[in-house]
């Protein structure tokens, strides 16, 4: 009478199985992962432009020249930072007329 069982080839691909499947759901939790840190690295990026955009807005309505607003810090950090990847930022001086930073 022969034994009740398994054969051995039966056995070693469920395991291979099982070892792919603990493959493929690491990489899809390791890289689901790095994805979201991703897209918050450009959201925080994204908001401190902003920012510094709304900043500059402010500040233009206590120059006259565009020049002069294009000079200050906060104009600069846009520009090095910000411009390249959201474009140019729009503000208003104090006489009405338009600027953009950078110019």
């Not at 897209?39 to 206590?62: P, R, Y």
């Amino acid at each position: 009478m022969k034994a009740q069982g398994l054969p051995v080839n039966i056995i070693v691909l469920v395991a291979l199985a099982l070892l792919v499947l603990v493959v493929v759901a690491a990489f899809f939790i390791t890289g689901i992962s790095g994805a979201g840190q991703a897209i918050n690295i450009v959201n925080a990026t994204q908001a401190e432009c902003n920012s510094l955009c709304g900043t500059i807005s402010v500040s233009a309505l206590n120059f006259v020249d565009c020049t002069a607003l294009n000079g200050i810090g906060v104009a600069t950090d846009y520009s090095t930072k910000c411009a390249a990847s959201f474009g140019k930022c729009q503000a208003s001086l104090r006489n009405g007329q338009k600027c953009t930073v950078p110019e």
